[in-house]
């Protein structure tokens, strides 16, 4: 029992490990992506600087990357992984397809708030001489700001399955976890294990998720 314990421990903060970096790598590269994706998207959308061939070029790498299957993901980008980190297996060289998969996925979320916000507001900002630098980093992200962070909930909560997803192609946490005690070793205890914390990782995050945005909505 204690042994399953250490295990179950261990595998536990792998997956916090890969989940808190690639979320970090994901949002840095997915954040000023989704803002480029709006900025130069067509004014009935928003776009404040509408560059067409730039947002449909932008737009399809997206949309790949977003169509790939992560297991498949995994495998192509071993040899990048190995470039960066060195291994194209473990805890660590894991956190490269992980941020690499999650991108995309924040850059829509990004795109999609920012398309929210009621034209009213930037009219109005427009109109008091605002730069387009300033829409952007004093009016459009802070009035997204909820949705933003309901949109990095979601990510996160989709960077868990996609580590557990991880574990088949030796990644580590709980998805290596279940397929080396739970499946291959016939341990049907440590499978259950497995998901039993998945499950309560990702309530706890759309938990804490849903009480920021309800506090930042009420403090408006």
Do not use: C
């Not at 290596?176 to 309560?200: E, K, N």
């Amino acid at each position: 029992m204690s042994n399953m314990i250490d295990l179950v421990t261990q595998a536990t903060g792998e997956t916090l490990i890969m989940v808190f970096f690639s979320t970090i790598f994901s949002v840095m590269i997915g954040l000023p992506l989704g803002v480029v994706l709006h900025v130069t998207g067509d004014e009935s959308t928003g776009g404040i600087h509408p560059i067409p061939w730039l947002n449909g070029i932008l737009s399809r790498v997206v949309n790949i990357f977003r169509s790939f299957p992560f297991i498949i993901l995994i495998i192509i980008l071993m040899p990048l992984s190995r470039l960066i980190i060195g291994t194209s297996i473990g805890t660590t060289a894991t956190i490269v397809p992980l941020s690499i998969a999650a991108a995309p996925f924040v850059a829509r979320i990004v795109e999609s708030a920012l398309k929210e916000i009621d034209s009213g507001v930037l009219q109005a900002a427009k109109a008091m001489g605002s730069t387009n630098w300033q829409l952007i980093l004093k009016v459009m992200l802070p009035e997204a700001f909820p949705s933003l962070v309901s949109g990095l909930t979601l990510t996160i909560i989709n960077l868990i399955g996609y580590s557990a997803m991880a574990g088949a192609l030796g990644g580590g946490g709980l998805g290596d976890l279940a397929i080396r005690y739970g499946y291959q070793r016939f341990m049907p205890s440590y499978l259950v294990a497995a998901v039993i914390v998945t499950l309560l990782l990702v309530e706890v995050i759309q938990l804490i998720g849903n009480r920021i945005v309800n506090r930042m909505i009420s403090r408006r």
